[in-house]
């Protein structure tokens, strides 16, 4: 098993914790939380049958026995806390976004190529199995034209950001939040991990009061089509991805976190639906990917990981000028 140590205590911990416990190719070995956050350190050690939990953050930097460092982070400090951990010597998975910007995207990346370490940006798009079946699916519905992926979802955090100006981190943007930073991306990495990098990018957005974005249309340019991401926090809708050729199409309702399935419709042919993924919970099937890289050495994988995760951080740093 491979040792890993959590950074945080967040939202997303004990999903995180719990795939990374499903996957069977990691054990959870300790959870570090900032002072204030020791009792959620607690609860979470006690909940998952965790040995250990500490505020020291040197505890787990001078752990030789911890393989990889998870950090679960606020956005905004995730380039912060990989640099620490990988100078130190550690391989890092990154929760998405990966940083807040390709210049600190680039600086992480060319750390960890230069020490040869294992760095990993988590988004569970581009491990599920119907992702790699979308892309084998491309060729059959001819010249692509037209993208739309649509993921909105109404926050739970919005009632309180809009009438009570109550700004939680996923409003804030001093901490990268935001319907770009938080929801977008998955539709992002969704794109740009099927086509590469667009020619020109541009972000019409709604703005809050604070000026976070709170819904957005990222639009790509691609030599031969155009994609539009659809990302909402403040406002909901059925979610769907569509990829149209001009030869048939590739459809699916499902959030693009999930890709629970997809429908592929090839003209003159009857629509075949695929459901491919493995495990019940989006994340797990990230977790079992990572181990088994790591297991084999597949260096190569992780510099292919890189390479997207750096193309998605270029194209955030355009919406944001744009």
Known sequence: MINIAILGTGKIIPEAVS??????????????????????AAALAEKFNIDNFTTDLDEILNDSTIDFVYVGLINSVHHEYAKKFLTAGKNVIVEKPFTTSAAQAKELIDLALSKRLYLFEAVTTLHLPNFFAIRDALKQIGNVKLVICNYSQYSGRYDAYKNDKIVAPAFDPKLFGGALADINIYNLNFVV?????????????????????????????????????????????????????????????????????????????QIKTFALNKFPHRMIQEF???????????????????????????????????
């Open 19 to 40: 795939a990374l416990q499903a996957s069977g190719k990691f054990h959870v070995a300790n959870i570090w939380a900032r002072p204030h956050s020791r009792d959620k």
């Open 193 to 269: 991990g099927l086509f590469g990098l667009p020619k020109n990018v541009s972000y019409a957005a709604n703005f809050g009061w604070n000026g976070v974005d709170t819904s957005g249309i990222a639009t790509l340019e691609y030599e031969n089509f155009l994609a539009q991401c659809i990302g909402a926090k403040d406002s909901g809708s059925p979610c769907f991805l569509s990829i149209q050729g001009d030869n048939g199409y590739i459809y699916s309702t499902s959030p693009p976190n999930e890709l629970n399935s997809f429908d592929l419709a090839v003209r003159g042919e």
């Open 288 to 322: 079992v990917d990572f181990g088994e890289i790591f297991e084999r050495d597949d260096y190569s994988a992780v510099e292919r990981g890189l390479k997207t995760s750096l193309d998605v951080m270029t194209v955030v740093d355009y919406c944001k000028k744009n």
